[in-house]
């Protein structure tokens, strides 16, 4: 092999690997300061929905929201969840019986494979982990939210990581919202703390003070949900 072109190779790679690397500190720099120096038009919004509880706690949080400011809105709910776009629906027409006119196209209802179901053995989870994670690349380039919203369940991970990269290589800048749920009363969960730990989301809330003091980079300012 030509020495010439093995080193412009490796040149090629340092260089890339610096540009990403650069890219990732910016984006983590500037995730934690406001993007707008106005307020926006609507923002296209995605919601991540859970089973249990979680759907329960987003859909309060969404009904004290400003909803005319967070449009279109996607809502996203794991396959084998039957529950919580049915949840969606209701208060989607809800909202549109508070206007009293048609909203017909602010909001739509997708459903996402998960990387692992309760019971899954490891070894088969590695294959249904990455048909999840292309499931979600694919719904992010068709969606490409400005906002996406989440509390917890495990599908906002490879969705919230997804973005993050969207941010990095410059095709899409989603400001991620992270909600723990008011059950985390002294410590965040596996969703939350992974977000929190590789510094993914743009603003992660905590609903308890003590939580707060144990991970300072929270947000904490009452109950949310």
Same mark, same amino acid.
């Not at 296209?44 to 004290?64: P, Q, R």
């Not at 027409?93 to 006119?101: C, E, Q, T």
């Not at 059950?183 to 939580?211: E, H, I, N, T």
């Given at each position: 092999m030509d020495v010439g072109f093995l080193n412009a190779?490796? @040149?090629l790679i340092i260089g890339i690997s610096t540009w990403i690397i650069a890219r990732i500190f910016y984006v983590i720099h500037r995730s934690s300061k406001p993007l707008y120096s106005r307020p926006p038009g609507p923002l296209s919004t995605l919601v991540v929905l859970g089973s249990g509880g979680h759907t329960a706690e987003m859909i309060?949080? @969404?009904d004290?929201?400003?909803?005319d400011r967070f449009k279109p809105r996607y809502y996203i709910a794991a396959a084998t969840d039957n529950m919580s776009l049915q949840k969606a629906r209701v @208060?989607?027409?809800s909202l549109m019986d508070k206007a009293r006119v048609e909203l017909g196209g602010t909001s739509q209802f997708m459903q996402i494979y998960r990387s692992r179901e309760v019971g899954q053995s490891y070894v088969t989870s590695v294959g249904t982990t990455l048909v999840a994670l292309t499931h979600a690349l694919w719904l992010m380039i068709k969606i490409? =939210?400005?906002v996406i919203l989440c509390n917890g369940p495990g599908t906002c991970i490879p969705l919230c990581v997804i973005a993050f990269f969207f941010k990095v290589f410059g095709i899409?800048?989603?400001s991620i919202f992270y909600v723990e749920s008011i059950a985390r009363v002294r410590r965040l969960s596996l969703s939350g703390l992974l977000l929190y730990k590789l510094r993914m989301v743009d603003q992660l809330f905590v609903?308890? =003070?003590? @939580? #707060?003091? #144990?991970?300072p980079r929270a947000n904490y300012v009452g109950r949310l949900m």
């Amino acid at each position: 092999m030509d020495v010439g072109f093995l080193n412009a190779a490796i @040149l090629l790679i340092i260089g890339i690997s610096t540009w990403i690397i650069a890219r990732i500190f910016y984006v983590i720099h500037r995730s934690s300061k406001p993007l707008y120096s106005r307020p926006p038009g609507p923002l296209s919004t995605l919601v991540v929905l859970g089973s249990g509880g979680h759907t329960a706690e987003m859909i309060n949080l @969404l009904d004290v929201m400003q909803m005319d400011r967070f449009k279109p809105r996607y809502y996203i709910a794991a396959a084998t969840d039957n529950m919580s776009l049915q949840k969606a629906r209701v @208060l989607e027409d809800s909202l549109m019986d508070k206007a009293r006119v048609e909203l017909g196209g602010t909001s739509q209802f997708m459903q996402i494979y998960r990387s692992r179901e309760v019971g899954q053995s490891y070894v088969t989870s590695v294959g249904t982990t990455l048909v999840a994670l292309t499931h979600a690349l694919w719904l992010m380039i068709k969606i490409r =939210p400005q906002v996406i919203l989440c509390n917890g369940p495990g599908t906002c991970i490879p969705l919230c990581v997804i973005a993050f990269f969207f941010k990095v290589f410059g095709i899409r800048w989603s400001s991620i919202f992270y909600v723990e749920s008011i059950a985390r009363v002294r410590r965040l969960s596996l969703s939350g703390l992974l977000l929190y730990k590789l510094r993914m989301v743009d603003q992660l809330f905590v609903q308890w =003070p003590q @939580l #707060k003091s #144990k991970y300072p980079r929270a947000n904490y300012v009452g109950r949310l949900m």
